[in-house]
């Protein structure tokens, strides 16, 4: 266990973040997360309740962060302990699906916050940011102090756990079974189903024990999630009048009248950490919130705010559309909209397309940088009287990256740009490919041939050298996910090329003295088998030397998620969307034919795709022996049957 060191200004000891994870791989991506968003703490991991239990009292942790998903036994009377033993600390729970009416109609009122497997992790650092940071000057709010029954049910919930939880509360008894996430009978005194579960619900605090749920459980309940949001109502307040009188006199008297802004996010948490920040920063802010595009652009509409926040992917429709909506109508074409989300590639041409996006920022995003790009907009003049949607326009964009670190300006372009890819397709790995006929697809305009293509089609001849006909294709990779096991070992990798361009090593000399070895070559329609293998592939020489790509090894963490699994579940990491990371992979090929034009000059390779074992590599300079062994499966073909995403899968 790493020993937490001292602060140098102070010589206290740096505060601390318990983890309660199962997963080593889970472990390693939520720790490097929490490094990142909470820079100032110490992260300790615990891979038991026990442990977990022991490492609070060492520590006194601010903030726990518990996966409770598988569940764990016990975690009901933990939760009791750590709200007893750090009555002020929060609690960030991980878990499957909880009831998304019941969080939204608790707000941040109850003592345990919730996020949802698989999440973003500009979600999970809002609310960590959230929880570290505003939430620590408001007393009450989010507090394990406060920990309540309905709490203790969410958890259940959220763990898909099948449990009989036993309550006990001054002098009344009650029990609750919950089986795969769902309460399904209650009983106190001589209460039985909903009406005991509505009469539990307002037990402030109770002693509370597990037992294993009996084989055939009663089932007296039929909707308990009807029942809880009836109970809002009936709740016990969990902060007294007297701490709210004493601890927020001010706030209940006080209306700001400052600025207006709408911040429109599909995640609750993210909403709530950007309200909390930017009104500690200015508290004359007026900040109203939206939870989709539809509920957002009502609530611009009706407000005519100074500023909008808007996230680009929203469940109803995106970002982009509601900006355009915007322009179209006289009344709101004028407001600034500050662009926010983790799909940067989307959100920079929206920016570039659209006048009133003036501003974005990159998930996941620290507070600070949110406040400083915030106050920077709003002091801004932008200019719309002359704009409309029709006209082109490049704005300059006031942005700010996460890190707060210029970005390197990007490398000039090879000197053959690949060719863009055209609308995705996926291919039914069931059905069979249709045969790709001998005639020489032609090749987009900006790619040059030795020889322009004469009207006669090519003609193929078969290729039979003496000295051997062996290929070792190179493309280069982007990395769209990872998957790790629960031991850190390397699982499925999915990625699509780069670049359209690629190499090929040729083992004929013979054919080496018509195609040089320095030439690119440009991917080609794949034919596919029955199983969805590749069966051949086409490349199409280009006129200049190739210009390798630079492989990237960092990979940045965008989003984290558990995918089941026969034995152990693996964890999947997705890129924050920023450079991604790239890399090199080989493939073991045989010249089957060559496609030559009417003047003699090749026109196309055909090459046999013998074997789906492939080798992959960061490092392009290292020997090919030494990279590691993929077994190759392709996801998608585009509109001209060419390769843009596959799915490597380690192999011993």
Same mark, same amino acid.
């Given at each position: ?413 090879? /000197?053959?740009?690949? #060719?863009?890819? =055209?609308? %995705?397709?996926?291919? *039914?790995? $069931?059905?069979?490919?249709? !045969?790709?006929? @001998? ?101 199409? /020489?280009?006129?200049? #030397?190739?210009? =390798?790509? %630079?492989?990237?090894? *960092?990979? $940045?963490?965008?989003?984290? !998620?558990?995918? @089941? ?88």
């Amino acid at each position: 266990m790493p020993v937490r060191s001292k602060s140098s200004t102070t010589g206290a000891p740096q505060p601390t973040i318990l983890l309660l994870e199962e997963y080593d791989a889970l472990a390693a991506a939520v720790t490097s997360a929490l490094k990142k968003f909470a820079p100032k703490h110490f992260a300790v991991l615990a891979r038991s309740v026990a442990e977990a239990e022991n490492l609070s009292s060492r520590h006194g942790p601010e903030l726990f962060v518990l996966d409770v998903d598988p569940p764990w036994r016990g975690i009901s009377s933990f939760l009791e302990k750590i709200s007893k033993a750090h009555p002020e600390a929060r609690a960030l729970v991980i878990g499957g699906a909880t009831p998304t009416e019941i969080l939204a109609a608790r707000e941040s009122s109850g003592a345990l916050q919730f996020i949802e497997k698989p999440f973003e992790l500009a979600a999970f650092g809002a609310s960590v940011q959230a929880l570290l940071g505003p939430w620590r000057k408001m007393k009450g709010r989010g507090m394990l102090g406060a920990l309540n029954v309905l709490d203790l049910l969410l958890v259940h919930c959220a763990a898909n756990a099948s449990v009989s939880v036993q309550l006990q509360s001054r002098r009344k008894t009650g029990e609750i079974q919950v089986a795969a996430g769902q309460a399904i009978h209650a009983a106190t005194g001589r209460l039985k189903g909903e009406d005991a579960l509505a009469e539990m619900l307002q037990w402030s605090r109770a002693h509370v024990t597990e037992r294993k749920l009996p084989p055939s459980p009663r089932r007296t309940i039929s909707n308990w999630r009807t029942v809880v949001l009836e109970s809002f109502g009936e709740l016990e307040p969990q902060v007294s009048k007297a701490e709210i009188a004493e601890e927020e006199p001010e706030a209940e008297a006080r209306h700001p009248t400052g600025r207006k802004i709408v911040v429109v996010d599909d995640t609750e948490m993210l909403l709530i950490f950007a309200e909390d920040v930017l009104s500690i920063a200015d508290p004359d802010l007026q900040i109203t919130t939206a939870i989709n595009a539809t509920e957002g652009l009502r609530e611009i509409e009706r407000i005519i705010p100074d500023l909008v926040l808007l996230d680009y992917s929203l469940p109803d429709f995106n970002g982009d559309e509601l900006c355009e909506r915007l322009l179209e109508n006289e009344r709101t074409a004028r407001i600034p909209v500050l662009m926010m989300s983790g799909h940067v590639p989307e959100m920079n041409a929206t920016a570039r397309r659209l006048p009133n996006v003036v501003a974005k920022i990159e998930k996941p995003f620290l507070s600070d940088a949110l406040v400083e790009l915030v106050q920077r907009t709003l002091a801004a003049e932008h200019q719309f009287e002359s704009l409309t949607v029709e006209e082109p326009f490049e704005p300059e964009f006031a942005e700010l990256e996460p890190e707060q670190e210029p970005k390197p300006l990007p490398s000039p372009p090879p /000197p053959l740009p690949p #060719p863009p890819l =055209p609308p %995705q397709k996926k291919i *039914a790995v $069931e059905a069979p490919r249709r !045969a790709i006929t @001998p005639t020489l697809a032609p090749a987009p305009a900006h790619i040059e041939r030795h020889t322009p293509p004469a009207p006669a089609g090519p003609a193929a001849i078969r290729v039979a050298p003496t000295d051997g006909n062996a290929a070792v294709l190179g493309i280069f990779l982007e990395v769209l996910s990872m998957q790790l096991t629960s031991q850190l070992q390397m699982g499925a990798i999915r990625a699509r090329p780069s670049s359209l361009i690629a190499s090929l090593r040729l083992q004929s000399a013979t054919t080496l003295s018509a195609i040089p070895s320095e030439l690119g070559f440009q991917l080609g329609p794949a034919r596919l088998n029955g199983n969805g293998r590749i069966s051949t592939l086409r490349l199409i /020489p280009t006129a200049k #030397p190739l210009q =390798p790509t %630079q492989t990237r090894t *960092a990979f $940045e963490i965008g989003g984290v !998620a558990l995918i @089941p699994n026969d034995t152990r579940a693996r964890v999947q990491l997705t890129p924050a969307g920023t450079t991604p990371m790239t890399m090199e992979l080989f493939a073991h090929l045989e010249l089957d034919a060559v496609e030559l034009s009417t003047n003699f000059q090749v026109a196309q390779l055909i090459l046999n795709w013998k074997t789906d074992a492939v080798r992959v590599t960061l490092n392009p300079k290292a020997p090919e022996q030494s990279a590691a062994k993929f077994e190759m499966h392709v996801l998608k073909l585009d509109e001209s049957d060419r390769i843009s995403e596959l799915l490597l899968n380690p192999l011993k």
